[in-house]
């Protein structure tokens, strides 16, 4: 039997061991200093355990070395001898971070440890011994003054059921320096007749020289994984009785073990054959990368299936033997047809579904660590987390929210002693929200800080020339002045901000997802900035028109009325432009025959549509011939087969075959409002 492909299992590794980090990160954060919590205890402890396993498992030495020293910390911990401070939580935190590097650095080919992972496993390594730290002049001599180490290391017949393996002990220790194996032997324990040998069990044993400038505890610490599974002894080579045999080079034949049983630690990793114990399947995505899908996702998609396959079988029978008796019979299998397509498509879209949650569960540790830099007081409210949405979506969202929570904790939440001298409550609330409304997810970040700085801002503007001295204006004008690119209000550039890189880009990714932002504030009170996004970028709700002999599809989403305008309500507005009265406001009007170049299109108003479309609170009017329905368009990308075409998001095609272009409303409001300020 050969032996098993591991490397199949190393994917599935990295996901679960960056799972289990999330799950330590966020039981620290709920661990409060001098807490007696045992069950935020145990979750951290069983996630380092699941990690420590599972590297151990795979040969990723160094991630299992680090992991297994804040394993003994974390034990120290949850027997109680060790209590739970804020140096202690900050201490494991950065654990949590220096993992997720070296397992990065390992999922990419590169040496896991570095010179910082290596500083902060002696810091832990230090607090397990109770040790001091060492003085900066104490550069490991005694690592430098020994030769090398001869170990001797007997297996204990058990070692193999414990998921261990001696070759990958050796070749641990072989990227120390060079490994010499002096003997190896069976120990005298072991039964003398074939038929009582069990090859579960382990009756070896070696004798090994290690040479090189190596420190002990290193050496040391390439067993920690078999602490009890075996007789273990190092010692310096020069004051080793060890019979001068000649050296044999260490190799994977050296000896050939009964293969170990997988090991089986508290909620550890089972690449090979244990199931997890929630009842989930992977699917590709287009990344490269995964996303976990629950099983009643799966069961519907394939009841869907064998649903189809009827429907297909019973349309395959009528056109074999068709008669025009059989019309009704064939109209009923058409609708039922269209019935399983659209709830098959709603099946699928599903599983690229997946909970905002993931992104949320960032924001406590940043929250922590800003609340800590910044000197504030921060309670963190976080609702809608099961909100769904598509995991394309769900990916280029992150880095928005991230800014807006930093700026609303770096902007908008006064210190304790300012908020004492308002009268408020020294701790601040953020608030995160997500909620579905129509066919958008919208995720609002609102805080109780002092709002929008008015003066500041409008000082700032008039500064830039973005708009004249004196000049009258309103909060949503103020509120738009900061999403302008390169606005800062801040007195002097910091980590944080005051670089006015910013909201400008948040606000360019969010387009970029066809969604929006906009901000609401209050003096005084706080501000909520508002992020609408659409479910999924796959498939939008669309109303089709005609303009000329082209089709044009605009998003539902979008559209405020369609109307008919009579000659009288149109006014016509120095450069050539058009406006017409609509809600006491006056809007542009876009001929989307003049902006797309469309043919034997209706010019005059009153025989068109003007169908109103709204973004980020701007309206501009889309003059079209006619309206010719709705329906769903699956989003074909133009940029990947033509070229971008300003004014256009996508293509799709119709029933009848054609292609349909889809407008990109937030493009065409800007080209309408640009012409009217320029009018």
């Not at 001091?132 to 007997?154: E, K, L, N, Q, Y």
């Not at 409008?458 to 009258?472: C, D, N, S, T």
């Not at 400008?504 to 929006?516: F, Y």
């Not at 599809?553 to 009288?568: A, C, F, K, M």
Request: overall charge negative; charged content about 25%.
């Amino acid at each position: 039997m050969g032996a098993v492909d591991l490397t199949q299992f190393h994917k599935t590794f990295f996901e679960e061991s960056l799972e289990g980090l999330d799950a330590m990160e966020a039981a620290l954060l709920a661990l409060d200093s001098g807490s007696t919590d045992h069950e935020l205890v145990h979750t951290i402890f069983r996630a380092a355990h699941s990690i420590k396993g599972g590297a151990a498992t795979f040969g990723f030495a160094e991630v299992a070395a680090f992991t297994h020293v804040a394993e003994s910390l974390l034990e120290e911990v949850r027997s109680e001898r060790r209590g739970v401070d804020g140096e202690l939580i900050d201490l494991l935190l950065r654990s949590v971070d220096c993992l997720r590097a070296m397992l990065d650095h390992t999922s990419h080919g590169l040496p896991a440890a570095d010179a910082d992972s290596e500083a902060l496993r002696g810091e832990l390594v230090r607090l397990v011994s109770g040790e001091a730290a060492p003085a900066p002049a104490a550069a490991t001599p005694a690592a430098a003054s020994v030769d090398g180490w001869a170990i001797r290391f007997v297996a204990l017949p058990h070692l193999l059921q414990t998921g261990n393996d001696p070759l990958r002990l050796f070749r641990e220790l072989q990227q120390l320096g060079q490994l010499d194996v002096c003997r190896a032997f069976v120990v005298d324990a072991a039964p003398t007749q074939l038929a009582e040998l069990d090859p579960g069990q382990c009756w070896l044993g070696w004798e090994l020289r290690l040479h090189g400038a190596v420190a002990r505890a290193d050496v040391a610490a390439v067993f920690d994984w078999v602490e009890g599974d075996c007789e273990l002894t190092i010692e310096p080579i020069a004051a080793a009785s060890v019979a001068p045999v000649a050296p044999v080079a260490v190799a994977p034949t050296l000896v050939a073990p009964p293969v170990a049983a997988p090991a089986a630690p508290v909620a550890s990793p089972a690449p090979a054959s244990a199931p997890r114990p929630v009842r989930e399947t992977a699917a590709a995505s287009s990344e490269g990368s995964s996303i976990r899908v629950g099983i009643d996702k799966v069961d519907a998609l394939i009841n869907m299936m064998g649903e189809l396959v009827i429907t297909q079988s019973m349309l395959s029978d009528i056109g074999e033997h068709f008669h025009l008796s059989q019309l009704e019979r064939l109209r009923e299998g058409l609708l039922q047809l269209e019935r399983n397509t659209r709830e098959l498509q709603e099946s699928v879209m599903r599983i690229r579904m997946l909970p905002i949650g993931s992104v949320f569960n960032r924001f406590p540790r940043l929250v922590r660590d800003l609340e800590r830099k910044l000197g504030k007081q921060v309670k963190l409210e976080l609702h809608g987390e099961h909100t769904e949405l598509d995991k394309t979506v769900l990916e280029k969202i992150g880095d928005p929210l991230v800014h807006l929570v930093r700026n609303a904790i770096d902007h908008g939440l006064e210190s304790p002693e300012q908020r004492r001298a308002a009268g408020k409550n020294e701790t601040g609330t953020l608030r995160l929200d997500a909620y579905h409304e129509g066919g958008n997810i919208v995720v609002q970040i609102s805080d109780d800080g002092a709002g929008l700085n008015r003066a500041a801002i409008v000082a700032k503007a008039e500064q830039r020339g973005l708009i004249r001295p004196g000049q009258e204006v309103d909060d949503a004008e103020v509120a738009e002045l900061i999403f302008q690119p390169g606005f800062s209000t801040a007195a002097q550039a910091t980590d944080l901000s005051g670089r006015g890189v910013g909201m400008d880009v948040v606000r360019r990714n969010v387009r970029d997802l066809g969604g929006s932002v906009g901000v609401r504030s209050q003096s005084g009170k706080g501000s909520v900035f508002t992020i609408a996004l659409p479910l999924t970028l796959a498939i939008i709700d669309g109303l089709v028109t005609a303009v000329g002999e082209e089709r044009y599809i605009v998003p539902l989403i979008s559209i405020v009325e369609s109307l008919r305008l009579r000659p009288e309500m149109v006014r016509k507005i120095a450069g050539g432009g058009e406006v017409f009265h609509f809600r006491n406001e006056y809007l542009p009007i876009m001929r989307l025959h003049r902006a797309f170049g469309c043919n034997a299109a209706i010019t005059e108003i009153e025989r068109g549509i003007v169908v109103v479309v709204e973004e980020e609170g701007r309206r501009v009017g889309l003059l079209v011939d006619d309206l010719l329905g709705q329906q769903q368009a699956v989003v074909k990308s133009l940029e990947a087969h033509y070229q971008r075409v300003q004014g256009i998001s996508g293509a799709t095609i119709l029933s009848d075959g054609s292609v349909a272009l889809i407008v990109d409303v937030c493009g065409v409001v800007r080209l309408g409002q640009r012409g009217k300020a320029a009018a």
